[in-house]
């Protein structure tokens, strides 16, 4: 099977949208700029470690109704452990489509 038809296939078994729905879109005034968050001084960090968990999951809903992201910090998780995860993310990401089409159910 060759790529094309593979990304294709890969493609047609999702909903496709020729535009993004309505609901989706937020006004210009309401949209975050990068500009201003490429810097990482506006990016919302959730302490994990902290406070009560009915004030972090707050924290969590928040970050995503009002920014759509966040950082979360003091979760437990070593360095290493993470650095290996973003290694193996980045080598499956830069695979082909094939390895991770044989993952996709």
Request: hydrophobic fraction near 35%.
């Amino acid at each position: 099977m060759n790529k094309q038809l593979m990304d294709t296939t890969f493609i047609s078994t999702c909903i496709r949208y020729s535009n993004l729905p309505q609901s989706y879109v937020r006004p210009k005034s309401e949209r975050r700029r990068l500009s201003k968050v490429s810097t990482g001084e506006n990016i919302p960090v959730i302490e994990l470690g902290s406070d009560t968990r009915a004030c972090i999951v707050q924290q969590i809903g928040d970050a995503c109704k009002n920014d759509g992201f966040f950082q979360v910090i003091n979760h437990g998780v070593s360095g290493e452990a993470v650095e290996k995860m973003l290694g193996s993310a980045g080598e499956f990401f830069r695979g082909p489509v094939e390895e991770k089409l044989k993952l996709f159910r």
